[in-house]
């Protein structure tokens, strides 16, 4: 069996020798780069791969790509390759902050065409909530020949979302905290406020107290509210930089609600160019 969007912490425990699964860390801290090498090296799943958001998973800024844009295919077909990631093997992934992060590289392997891959549901908090079994011992990846399989559409560009604006069938979520989507309080990017027409959905409106996500019924209906009768191929997900925005993707595929599309890019792209427009205030 395959997990495609979430896998329990229990599953992942009877898999952790399984040599056709694979775990990876990406754990992170926007406001402190060094944090996540610091905390894999502290404690980590046992066989896990150290996954960084701004090395692995972030290719080169030019001051108007945003601030984590997408490394190339052969870049990211490498960095696989290096982990063993191949067809035939479940990739589980996590983070240390209720999956904000982990969303980033399950989409990354989405993007390249590898399925079954899933975030594990409650993240490290859960699963040290548990007992579970942690170590600092780092084993050598066995590298494989990861072969990509680009899916082009579960991604957009400026160009993209800017002819959408104004047609009135495209919902843009935004998933940054609500004073960052208004404006009020802009704490990483040079500009606030959101992409006109956008509506907020806070990633962390994705999950339960410990961290897990809602339960699908509960995520439909929420989501369904967001849509008000559009087509999830509708939906366009952003954030600050591509990243938060993955939880909101995860928790539509969770909710049945597939098909939703991600602007890498993002706020801090869209800003960056001082002749796209902006709107503030808690309205879209």
């Known amino acids: 069996m395959n997990y495609t969007t979430i896998v329990s912490t229990a599953i992942v425990a009877e898999h952790l020798n399984d040599p056709d699964w694979i775990i990876l860390d990406c754990q992170h801290d926007l406001m402190k780069p060094a944090f996540g090498h610091q905390a894999y090296a502290a404690a ?36 696989f390759s290096r982990l063993g990631v191949r067809a035939g093997k479940q990739v589980v992934i996590y983070d240390s902050a209720q999956n904000m992060y982990a969303g980033r590289a399950w989409w990354t392997l989405k993007w390249l065409g590898h399925d079954a891959v899933a975030v594990l549901d409650g993240a490290l908090g ?130 049945g609600l597939s098909g939703s599309k991600l602007y890498p890019g993002s706020w801090s792209e869209w800003c960056a160019d001082p002749k796209r427009p902006v709107a503030k205030g808690s309205a879209p």
Not at 128 to 140: H, I, M, S, W
Not at 221 to 247: D, K, N, Y
């Open 44 to 79: 980590h799943l046992p066989g896990a791969q150290f996954l960084a958001l701004d090395d692995d998973l972030a290719g080169q800024k030019t001051g108007s790509n945003g601030r984590h844009p997408l490394p190339s295919v052969e870049a990211l077909t490498a960095l």
């Open 126 to 255: 859960k699963w040290q909530a548990e007992g579970r079994p942690l170590t600092d011992v780092v084993l050598a990846a066995k590298p494989a020949v990861f072969v990509p399989r680009i899916n082009t559409a579960i991604r957009v560009d400026a160009e993209y979302v800017s002819a959408r604006l104004n047609d009135g069938k495209a919902r843009i979520i935004d998933a940054r905290a609500p004073e960052r989507y208004d404006g009020s309080q802009e704490t990483i990017d040079p500009v606030g406020g959101h992409i006109p027409g956008a509506v907020n959905r806070f990633w962390k409106s994705n999950v339960n107290a410990d961290g897990t996500y809602k339960p699908a019924a509960v995520l439909r209906a929420e989501f369904e509210a967001l849509l008000a009768g559009r087509a999830p191929a509708e939906v366009i997900q952003q954030c600050g930089s591509g990243v938060t925005a993955l939880h909101n993707f995860v928790a539509m595929e969770i909710a």
